[in-house]
């Protein structure tokens, strides 16, 4: 049966993008067919790790939002772009990168529904085993919607105040959505943290399963989204446990 | 003729029957009305039996909840091959309300 998955956080720059576009790769590897969408149409950013370029986009989820193509002529198969070996299938379905077109949706809005039905659509139209919604920070329409229709919520947070607090606000919101599966992962952890002892205080703190805790590496800040990591580095300690998070979430 | 005051309310009225929910709004309605959208929301649409085979209610019940979203105008009902399906009508996302200016300026320096 095919999932929804929403990968979120209440701030940015916690590594949303980067762990949805990794988690993913990882799912794909399994053999299984996966859609990316990024919904992130103020901010997009994944379309980066995947190695697709502007003049590459033919059409962009802004186009199904202006009636110009179907969601399913807006998804681009990256699959042989990442080079590796994928028994499965990627589709990844960009928001548009130009800022004309970012001002056009921020000016005019657009139709929450047909946003909703193009989810429902790709799943169908591309027989996806996961749809994987890369979100916007924060709360607002289009991630409450993401939130509302996942099977599977994965929220991204760094050990920081900040995000401590912002984390608990969109559990609460999750919970009264009713999402079957809710889980945490915690990112950029610095490497003088006990990892357990973050998952357990975190744990304890939301009443929320951590599906990972990931270290602070200077790889992945090296790699700086010119590739995905676990193709990359598919022995790293970081892979093996983004492998584990997958298992936990998307079994 | 009725004053502003009348003439504004009415307009919201007309507009909060017309708009559907939005996604915000879900926060707020009670949780027996919530589930009922948020379960036709994630499978698109649905009939009355597929819903009462979710839920542990009666029809008759389910029906009254369902009438109750249509009223709000949250739910909209069409017929497929003879029968009643329901589907969740969204709000259209506004446009953010700043100076026209912004916009003509923003225009201007990205074309």
């Known amino acids: ?251 | 003729m009725g004053g502003l005051f009348d003439r504004l309310q009415s307009e919201i009225e007309t507009r909060q029957q017309v708009e559907g929910i939005t996604p915000a709004d879900l926060l707020d309605i009670s949780p027996e009305l919530r589930r009922i959208i948020n379960m036709i929301l994630r499978q698109g649409e649905m009939s009355l039996t597929e819903i009462v085979f979710q839920l542990d209610m009666r029809p008759s019940e389910v029906k009254g909840l369902l009438d109750t979203l249509i009223a709000k105008g949250y739910l909209r009902v069409f017929e497929v091959k003879g029968e009643q399906r329901y589907k969740t009508f969204l709000a259209r996302k506004r446009g953010r309300e700043v100076p026209l200016n912004i916009w003509e300026a923003l225009g201007s320096k990205v074309g």
């Not at chain 1, 999932?3 to 990794?22: D, E, L, M, P, V």
């Not at chain 1, 990844?92 to 909703?116: F, H, M, Q, T, W």
Request: with cysteine; glycine share 6%.
């Open chain 1, 1 to 251: 049966m095919s999932q929804i998955a929403s990968i979120h956080s209440f701030r940015g720059g916690t590594g949303k993008s980067n762990t949805c576009a990794n988690l993913s790769a990882l799912l794909a590897m399994q053999g299984r067919r996966v859609g990316v969408i990024d919904t992130d149409i103020q901010s997009p950013g994944i379309h980066v790790l995947f190695g697709l370029h502007e003049e590459d986009m033919a059409h962009s989820l802004n186009d199904y939002l202006w009636g110009k193509c179907s969601i399913e002529q807006a998804a681009f198969d990256v699959t042989q772009r990442l080079d590796a070996d994928i028994k499965g299938q990627i589709f990844l379905i960009p928001s548009s990168i130009k800022a004309g077109e970012i001002a056009r949706v921020l000016r005019e809005g657009y139709d929450v529904g047909l946003l909703n039905d193009g989810f429902h659509a790709l799943v169908e139209k591309l027989e996806l085993d996961v749809l994987m919604i890369d979100t916007h920070p924060g709360l607002n329409e289009e991630t409450l919607l993401s939130i509302a229709i996942s099977d599977v919520l994965a929220i991204i947070m760094r050990p920081d105040q900040q995000d401590y607090q912002g984390t608990g606000v969109t559990v609460d919101v999750a919970r009264k959505l009713d999402v079957p599966r809710m889980m945490l992962i915690i990112n950029k952890v610095p490497a003088v943290f006990d990892l357990d002892e973050v998952k357990a205080q975190v744990e304890q703190t939301y009443d929320c399963e951590v599906a990972a805790v990931l270290p602070h590496s200077d790889e992945m800040m090296i790699l700086a989204s010119a590739g995905i990591f676990v193709l990359r580095y598919p022995d790293h300690p970081i892979t093996t446990t983004l492998k584990q998070a997958v298992s936990r979430l998307l079994p």
